[in-house]
């Protein structure tokens, strides 16, 4: 006997499903929920129209800083005894915030949800935000992005998207703020930014077993004392396109590594294009075969990892390289990256890469979305960019049936090499000649 | 007003397991769940850093990275392809206990993963060549320079290793490795390595998910049942250490960190024993949540610690006793004296202020939810009972894990805290640079 020498075919596959989807208005507020039937831990997260470009200019981070400040007791109790009250039922709230939504969510056993679900709200809607309080979160906030500052990217992500969006824009700063701007962060900030976007409706999010789950209970919980009209969405921000490479240069001295970060503009993921651009860029930088993976680390040895992506909201997008590579690399692994984007948007993308880039975004439909979390994350995706309750399934037929053709057409409107911004975070003592002899474009220090 | 407790498990594992072996000795392990249309394979092989002889270190690691670099019938760049292709995410882990392989397909691809697990088991040295261990030689000397030596603090795991433990024993070393090391490896000694760990009398195989077991046994027969046995397989290093240490060690690191940062750390019990599930819930007591101790008195009470970057948690080693670590970073003008004295107290009062009964809850609903975290996935299951099966020899006991931490009392806890007595601690400093210690 030996190993089998040939790969085995595939058996027969069983048709895709998402889970049930049920919408109900409760409370003068919209529920939308996924019927996960057996599952042990429910998941319920209240999506706030509240995202980080509703903050002042100059206060970034304003959101992060409420988001932090929810937990610092409520109207009816301290901050220890809701922290007990909520930990006693095995929650833990997660906030998150983007450029277009504002989530406080969690995830628990089934039988304790609605409990769970009561304290969220209570934390969402009725904060106590006391004024020394707010003042102390808004300083540790401070702190925490001045740790996370000490770290290699943050500086650089910082750098790239003030170049392509603009130091003076929101959409150019950095989406939690920097330590200064959370620094200036006052408490009226704060209460105002609660006060303004908190306390509309939103959209409660139920991701679990419906049949063990009263959600007409949940959005009595969720809603009360929540009023106001949802807000209009703004139109996209178009997609400009640079003149010429350039290179911005953040010194990190000592650093063993450079942190890489190109980038340009891309459309908003409302675009008709979305299919085939996410298809492209799986093939450029997104799968572990990808061809930047391929060269960049797989041949070279240069890096950990590479990836490239399109992160598209609901108002902008943006295309993006980011890798961390040794020092004594920088210059040849930047050229290599521009030369794989340059070959992309060119020579489009071959059959037998498309093959193995739609199976597997299509494979991740099912593989990414068994917990009741991951569902719950996949309805914000619905509701926040207006997408209807068969999406998923729509989405994995247009994966499947996009064409090699379709997919290089996208990769060339799509793809910029010439436009690119190439953020380098790194020793530039040592890298900084190397880099100009390369000639990738102007070589700019950044004072980030 | 006291929480009410969320209900008692009766079983942690509410899903089938069954379990066969092969004539070669590979355990094989099935839990057939019909939720999802999707499978989950992992395969734990019993060899971790713990089996690294000195001058070797980040060997098990970097000979993971060669199981993806093509097989006797698998072509390089293949195996990730192959598997993204199918739909599948893949990935594999090394610790100083073992090293792991997964990898979550829709189920019509499952006779493609075992193929492949079973091709780099049987199949992986006549595939293996010098250029590609150079390659994946940079690719980990990469990954050990953005993981630990480009971040702040980022090799205090690496050195709490070398205080926890005395210099040879087997978890004194961290699995990433030395560069001296990773620089000397050659190929001779990774064929050797496989041929002598990467057996499947060393291995178990777990597949979870929408599968009946008769059908995974006859595909694992299929494709590892040419596998032959591999006879002395050679233990590692015993982890056996005589108790708690005797004396304690400091260690104080001053560089470009951005604020002052204390780590202690014991050695408790072996991951799986009475002692560690103690050790689990006085750590989520202590320094899980903002309900914690730590979190109450040193983030909110006193003010002196960051109230992102405080906690405690245990590694969970199977094969000597694990380590508890407690960590804290200090606030803006609070110097490391008041921060290291205020964490010390605190653990101190686990053994002195005894737990009450709602932070026993507070500790077992959150850990009660952690684990069913774990168990909401066919690749979460899968690697429990590929743990189980491998570090106590039978899946199943998987189930008793939830029920054994519901059991802990604040008595248990008590004595558990009496043995993290100064006497027996390590600590572990950051300053940043022009800071007086």
Same mark, same amino acid.
């Given at each position: 006997m030996s190993l089998v020498a040939t790969r085995p075919e595939t058996g027969e596959a069983r048709p895709y499903a998402f889970p049930e989807i049920r919408r109900a208005?409760?409370? !003068?507020?919209?529920?939308?929920?996924?019927?996960?039937?057996?599952? &042990?831990?429910?998941?319920?997260?209240?999506?706030?129209?509240?995202?980080?470009?509703?903050?002042?200019a100059g206060r970034e981070g304003t959101a992060g800083v409420l988001a932090k400040c929810l937990e610092e007791g409520t109207?009816?109790?301290?901050?220890?005894?809701?922290? &007990?009250?909520?930990?006693?039922?095995?929650?833990?709230?997660?906030?998150?915030?983007?450029?277009?939504?504002?989530?406080? !969510?969690?995830?628990?056993?089934?039988?304790?949800?609605?409990?769970? /679900?009561?304290?969220?709200?209570?934390?969402?809607?009725?904060?106590?935000?006391?004024?020394?309080?707010?003042?102390?979160?808004?300083?540790?906030?401070?702190?925490?992005?001045?740790?996370?500052?000490? #770290?290699?990217?943050?500086?650089?992500d910082a750098a790239l998207r003030a170049d392509l969006f603009g130091a003076g824009e929101r959409y150019g700063r950095p989406l939690n703020g920097d330590p200064a701007s959370t620094a200036a962060v006052t408490v009226e900030d704060v209460t105002t930014f609660h006060e303004s976007w908190l306390k509309r409706p939103g959209v409660l999010l139920v991701a679990g077993d419906l049949d063990r789950l009263d959600l007409e209970e949940l959005g009595a919980a969720a809603f009360a004392g929540s009023g106001g009209d949802p807000l209009p969405v703004e139109g996209p921000l178009g997609v400009p396109i640079a003149g010429a490479r350039r290179l911005l240069l953040v010194d990190r001295p000592g650093s063993v590594q450079s942190t890489l970060r190109l980038g340009h503009r891309a459309p908003e993921r409302a675009h008709p294009d979305y299919v085939p651009i996410t298809l492209a860029a799986t093939v450029l930088g997104g799968a572990f075969t990808s061809r930047l993976n391929h060269l960049i680390r797989e041949v070279k040895g240069y890096t950990y990892g590479i990836r490239a992506d399109f992160a598209m909201t609901r108002r902008f997008g943006r295309f993006?390289?980011?890798?961390? /590579?040794?020092?004594?690399?920088?210059?040849?692994? &930047?050229?290599?990256?521009?030369?794989?984007?340059?070959?992309?948007?060119?020579?489009?993308?071959?059959?037998?890469?498309?093959?193995?880039?739609?199976?597997?975004?299509?494979?991740?439909?099912?593989?990414?979305? #068994?917990?009741?979390?991951?569902?719950?994350?996949?309805?914000?995706?619905? /509701?926040?960019?207006?997408?209807?309750?068969?999406?998923?399934?729509?989405?994995?037929?247009?994966?499947?049936?996009?064409?090699?053709?379709?997919?290089?057409?996208?990769?060339?409107?799509?793809?910029?090499?010439?436009?690119?911004?190439?953020?380098?975070?790194?020793?530039?003592?040592?890298?900084?000649?190397?880099?100009?002899?390369?000639?990738?474009?102007?070589?700019?220090?950044?004072?980030? | 007003m006291s929480a009410q407790p969320a209900p008692v498990a009766e079983t942690g594992y509410p899903w089938p397991i069954e379990t066969a072996r092969l004539d070669n000795g590979l355990r094989v392990v099935v839990s057939e769940d019909r939720t999802a249309p999707v499978v989950a394979v992992n395969l734990w092989y019993d060899v971790g850093s713990r089996h690294e002889p000195a001058g070797q270190t980040g060997f098990a690691h970097l000979f993971e990275h060669l199981m993806f670099e093509g097989s006797q019938n698998v072509a390089k760049t293949e195996h990730m392809r192959y598997v993204q292709g199918a739909g599948g995410s893949l990935n594999a882990t090394t610790n100083p206990d073992r090293t792991n392989y997964f990898e979550t397909l829709p189920a019509e691809h499952l006779e493609l993963a075992l193929w492949l697990e079973a091709d780099r088991m049987g199949g992986l040295v006549p595939a293996l060549t010098q250029e590609t261990l150079d390659n994946q030689r940079e690719v980990v000397k990469n990954e050990r320079r953005q993981r630990y030596d480009n971040v702040p603090y980022g090799?205090?795991?690496?050195?709490?290793?070398?205080?926890?433990?005395?210099?040879?024993?087997?978890?004194?070393?961290?699995?990433?490795? =030395?560069?001296?090391?990773?620089?000397?490896?050659?190929?001779?000694?990774?064929?050797?390595?496989?041929?002598?760990?990467?057996?499947?009398?060393?291995? @178990?195989?777990?597949?979870?998910?929408?599968?009946?077991?008769?059908?995974?046994?006859?595909?694992?027969?299929?494709?590892?049942g040419a596998i032959e046995t591999v006879a002395n397989i050679p233990a590692a290093p015993s982890g056996h250490l005589p108790g708690p240490a005797t004396s304690p060690v400091s260690e104080t690191v001053t560089g470009t960190v951005?604020?002052?940062? @204390?780590?202690?750390?014991?050695?408790?019990?072996?991951?799986?024993?009475?002692?560690?599930?103690?050790?689990?819930?006085?750590?989520?007591?202590?320094? =899980?949540?903002?309900? =914690?101790?730590?979190?109450?008195?040193?983030?909110? %009470?006193?003010?002196?610690?960051?109230?992102?970057?405080? %906690?405690?948690?245990? @590694?969970?080693?199977?094969?000597?006793?694990?380590?508890?670590? @407690?960590?804290?970073?200090?606030?803006?003008g609070v110097d490391i004296a008041t921060l290291t004295e205020g964490v010390a107290e605190v653990v101190a009062s686990m053994a002195t202020e005894p737990v009450t009964e709602a932070e026993l809850e507070r500790a077992k609903a959150l850990l009660t939810t952690a684990w069913w975290r774990q168990m909401s996935t066919v690749a979460g299951r899968a690697d429990t009972l590929s743990r189980y099966a491998t570090q106590f020899g039978d899946p199943a006991s998987a189930a008793y894990r939830l029920p054994q931490w519901q059991s802990v009392t604040s008595e248990d806890i008590a004595d558990a805290a009496r043995t993290l007595n100064p006497e027996s601690r390590v600590t572990l400093t950051y300053l940043p640079e022009g800071t007086e210690a």
């Open positions: 208005s409760v409370a !003068g507020g919209e529920i939308v929920a996924a019927h996960m039937p057996g599952h &042990l831990l429910a998941s319920a997260s209240l999506l706030l129209d509240a995202g980080a470009s509703r903050e002042t109207t009816t109790r301290d901050s220890a005894a809701y922290a &007990l009250a909520l930990e006693g039922l095995g929650a833990e709230l997660s906030t998150s915030v983007d450029w277009d939504s504002f989530r406080v !969510g969690l995830s628990v056993p089934v039988g304790v949800l609605s409990r769970a /679900v009561a304290l969220m709200a209570e934390a969402a809607r009725a904060p106590r935000l006391d004024p020394a309080d707010v003042e102390r979160v808004r300083d540790d906030e401070a702190t925490a992005l001045r740790m996370d500052w000490a #770290q290699p990217g943050p500086r650089a993006g390289v980011s890798s961390s /590579v040794q020092t004594a690399v920088t210059a040849p692994a &930047l050229t290599d990256t521009i030369g794989e984007i340059a070959r992309t948007r060119l020579d489009g993308v071959t059959e037998e890469e498309l093959s193995v880039a739609r199976t597997w975004r299509a494979g991740s439909l099912s593989v990414d979305m #068994q917990t009741p979390g991951s569902i719950a994350g996949a309805l914000a995706t619905l /509701v926040i960019h207006g997408l209807p309750d068969d999406y998923y399934p729509t989405l994995r037929k247009r994966l499947l049936e996009t064409t090699a053709e379709e997919v290089s057409a996208a990769a060339a409107q799509h793809l910029h090499p010439d436009a690119l911004t190439l953020v380098v975070e790194g020793d530039a003592a040592l890298i900084r000649d190397e880099l100009a002899a390369a000639k990738l474009g102007e070589i700019i220090t950044s004072e980030v | 090799d205090a795991w690496l050195r709490m290793l070398e205080l926890l433990y005395p210099a040879g024993h087997p978890y004194h070393h961290a699995t990433i490795g =030395s560069m001296e090391d990773l620089n000397a490896a050659g190929l001779e000694t990774f064929q050797a390595f496989h041929a002598k760990y990467y057996a499947p009398n060393n291995a @178990v195989l777990t597949v979870a998910g929408d599968v009946t077991p008769v059908e995974v046994f006859a595909l694992a027969e299929k494709y590892f951005p604020a002052p940062r @204390v780590y202690l750390a014991h050695r408790t019990h072996p991951f799986g024993t009475a002692g560690y599930d103690a050790i689990t819930v006085l750590a989520t007591v202590l320094g =899980s949540g903002r309900g =914690s101790r730590l979190y109450q008195r040193l983030a909110d %009470g006193a003010r002196i610690a960051q109230p992102d970057y405080i %906690g405690s948690y245990g @590694v969970d080693l199977a094969h000597a006793p694990a380590p508890l670590i @407690v960590t804290a970073t200090a606030k803006d």
